[in-house]
């Protein structure tokens, strides 16, 4: 069914309850409030227990979450068995793939089986911005932004108020404090996603950027300010650099999160195989507190790659992290429990069979902001999910929530081109082409 027949079905027939409710932006804005936390809900809850000195209810919002995810869930095969959405949810197909994939590889080698919730709950926040982009627009973009605006504004003054941290002082020099948004290697998959979905929503409610889009990019700046990690640092001037680049122009051919996936390979390869970090020892330590291991990271692509060598195809599961970090050789001033690289991790976990549909979801994700190329929101979606691929390099996100609904923005391009009259600028003022 064509997205125009969907259109006219839904304006003849009388919605029901659940579509009534999903055009309010409140149940998205809920769900995604619970939704980011999905990673830190036992560090939140430990945190709180720890600072006011009792518990939290944190229990009891795991199974909320839960059952938001299993009602988004049938709500979406709802629609989908009416033909109220699109019966070609690429992207989602894809993503079921990867992780059937790991989750079986799982199974097979006896690996952790904590990941559940957070697999859910990035399918569901897929399915709802899937669904929603077709029959809510307004409501699933406002709810999504608005959530993720709320956690930073409530993140920003514990930050400076505890800048010690939540689960803090401690004298180690290697300590990592915890505040709302978790750590502060980990804030930015919240806050850089605030903005894009910000800037999506302007563009698309108002034709223009509002005084809301400039107090999330306020937020945003002093958040990275403060945090300083050098990750984020790095992200952040690769997203604000490429947004000033293409400000007044349609996305150019070479910009697609294909290309940024190549170059991140490209990075990896010339800092794991060709050793170039070395000539640029000076800046990497005085700038952003690395060494020419990359704080080790070298060292763990090596077993991460010893791994790959022995399991190409199926890879070994996902592993307990106590495994993980013996294999690593993490130590307390030291606990590292992933590859901190975006396909070595993929790739030793699910082999290249769930490698595979990763690398489809970027090629979809890459032909679509091509076709809309023109429309300022595809732009802005295109350019979040290039930061976060090549933050990849030395980061992992396929753990996190908000990263697959970033495939599902371009995967739904069509829904966010803008109106024939606009031209493709990112600016505070509406600008209307002459005819």
């Not at 291991?293 to 790959?308: D, F, G």
Request: proline share 5%.
């Amino acid at each position: 069914m064509t997205e125009e027949a969907i259109r006219v079905r839904t304006e003849k027939q009388k919605p029901a309850l659940p579509d009534r409710l999903l055009a309010r932006p409140y149940i998205y804005l809920v769900f995604v409030l619970l939704a980011v936390q999905v990673n830190n809900l036992k560090k939140a809850e430990q945190a709180v227990y720890g600072w006011l000195g009792y518990p939290a209810g944190f229990p009891f919002l795991r199974v909320l979450l839960w059952l938001l995810c299993a009602g988004m869930i049938g709500l979406y095969l709802w629609r989908l068995v009416r033909g109220d959405v699109s019966r070609r949810p690429g992207m989602v197909l894809l993503l079921l793939a990867m992780h059937g994939v790991l989750i079986l590889m799982t199974l097979v080698y006896g690996g952790a089986s904590g990941y559940w919730l957070h697999w859910v709950t990035a399918l569901s926040l897929m399915l709802a911005l899937e669904m929603g982009l077709q029959r809510e627009k307004q409501s699933v973009l406002e709810g999504f932004s608005l959530a993720l605006a709320l956690w930073l504004c409530l993140n920003l003054p514990v930050r400076l108020l505890v800048p010690w941290g939540l689960n803090g002082p401690d004298s180690n020099p290697l300590f990592v404090p915890e505040w709302l948004l978790g750590s502060r290697v980990t804030y930015y998959r919240v806050a850089f996603p605030a903005l894009g979905l910000e800037m999506i929503r302007s563009q698309m409610r108002h034709g223009r950027y509002t005084l809301r889009t400039l107090a999330v990019f306020l937020l945003v700046a002093v958040t990275v300010a403060l945090h300083r990690g050098a990750t984020a640092l790095m992200g952040y001037a690769v997203l604000l650099g490429m947004l000033a680049a293409f400000s007044c122009r349609a996305l150019p051919r070479y910009a697609t999160p294909a290309a940024m996936l190549g170059v991140s390979a490209a990075l990896f390869i010339a800092v794991q195989f060709l050793h170039v970090q070395y000539l640029f020892t000076p800046l990497l330590e005085r700038g952003l507190g690395k060494d020419a291991t990359l704080n080790l990271r070298t060292e763990i692509w090596t077993e991460a790659l010893k791994v790959i060598r022995n399991y190409p195809l199926t890879g070994v599961g996902l592993l307990p992290v106590s495994y993980l970090q013996q294999l690593f050789h993490a130590t307390a001033e030291a606990p590292f429990n992933h590859t901190h690289n975006q396909i070595l991790e993929i790739w030793m976990h699910g082999g290249l069979l769930a490698l595979a549909p990763f690398l489809g979801m970027v090629a979809l994700a890459s032909r679509q902001a091509l076709r809309f190329r023109q429309s300022a929101a595809v732009k802005t979606a295109a350019v979040l999910l290039m930061a976060f691929l090549f933050m990849g390099t030395v980061e992992i996100f396929h753990n996190d929530a908000l990263y697959y609904p970033l495939f599902v923005l371009l995967a739904r391009a069509d829904c966010l081109q803008a109106p024939a009259r606009q031209l493709p600028c990112m600016s505070f003022r509406r600008r209307i082409a002459r005819r």
